[in-house]
């Protein structure tokens, strides 16, 4: 039978989508990293390097990067999502996990759309979570599964390694597995939001971004 995906959330995936530089390679490692703070990373601390820079993208040493990020994050708006807004760029920054150290779930707030770019990955996976199937949205009860599919799983792990691309709407649940690499993982993350004028006069919703 066909079958119509009512409810789908669009992952963009990308396996070697961009190859970074020897030169773009140095900037992000030697910029400054903030040091793991258990204590306070949405509520709950980080175990990670976080870069002190919320705008990494705009190091002029990283603007073919930045460029292709929008690139990419405007195919996403226009040929997966096929809508007429405009997105700008809003927060670029790295994160640095070492050897055992992961991404708890969180999203991002403030976000229309995320992109996370793998500038140093042996091993992981990008993980996204739900809170619940499809199936279980109308009632919460429990099934045996034969097969993973998007309908009865509540979190599914795509694998990463180095080049590759992600892309998701910013208020989907993510996260990672540990990494289990001597050589730290490295991602470069981007936020982007709508702007212009969303909603119309005639039924009172219009607002300009």
Same mark, same amino acid.
């Given at each position: 039978? #066909?079958?119509?995906?009512?409810? !789908?959330?669009?992952?963009?995936?990308?396996?070697?989508?961009?190859?970074?530089?020897?030169?773009?390679?140095?900037?992000?490692?030697?910029?400054?990293?903030?040091?793991?703070?258990? #204590?306070?990373?949405?509520?709950?601390?980080?175990?990670?390097?976080? &870069? @002190? &820079?919320?705008?990494?993208?705009?190091?002029?040493?990283?603007?073919?990067?930045?460029?292709?990020?929008?690139? @990419?994050?405007?195919?996403?708006?226009? #040929?997966?999502?096929?809508?007429?807004?405009?997105?700008?760029?809003?927060?670029? /920054? &790295?994160?640095?996990?070492?050897?055992?150290?992961?991404?708890? !779930?969180?999203?991002?707030?403030?976000?229309?759309? &995320? +992109?996370?770019?793998?500038?140093?990955?042996?091993?992981?996976?990008?993980?996204?979570?739900?809170?619940?199937?499809?199936?279980?949205?109308?009632?919460?009860?429990?099934?045996?599964?034969?097969?993973?599919?998007?309908?009865?799983?509540? %979190? /599914?792990?795509?694998?990463?390694?180095?080049? #590759?691309?992600?892309?998701? !709407?910013?208020?989907?649940?993510?996260?990672?597995? !540990?990494?289990?690499?001597?050589?730290?993982? %490295?991602? +470069?993350?981007?936020?982007?939001?709508?702007?212009?004028?969303?909603?119309?006069?005639?039924?009172?919703?219009?607002?300009?971004?």
């Amino acid at each position: 039978m #066909d079958i119509v995906n009512l409810k !789908p959330i669009p992952i963009g995936y990308e396996k070697q989508a961009y190859q970074i530089s020897k030169k773009e390679l140095k900037i992000i490692k030697n910029i400054k990293y903030l040091s793991p703070n258990k #204590d306070d990373y949405f509520g709950w601390g980080w175990d990670f390097n976080l &870069s @002190k &820079s919320g705008t990494l993208l705009e190091n002029k040493g990283l603007t073919n990067l930045k460029n292709f990020f929008i690139q @990419k994050a405007k195919e996403y708006t226009q #040929d997966i999502l096929q809508i007429k807004d405009e997105i700008y760029l809003t927060q670029s /920054w &790295s994160t640095l996990n070492k050897t055992d150290a992961f991404h708890r !779930p969180h999203n991002h707030p403030n976000t229309f759309l &995320s +992109l996370v770019y793998y500038v140093q990955c042996e091993d992981g996976f990008i993980s996204f979570d739900l809170n619940t199937s499809s199936l279980c949205e109308g009632f919460n009860f429990q099934y045996t599964v034969d097969k993973s599919n998007v309908y009865n799983s509540q %979190i /599914w792990r795509l694998p990463v390694t180095t080049g #590759d691309l992600v892309l998701f !709407p910013g208020h989907i649940y993510h996260g990672t597995t !540990p990494n289990r690499s001597k050589q730290s993982r %490295i991602i +470069l993350g981007a936020n982007f939001f709508i702007k212009g004028v969303l909603g119309t006069e005639g039924d009172k919703s219009i607002i300009k971004i």
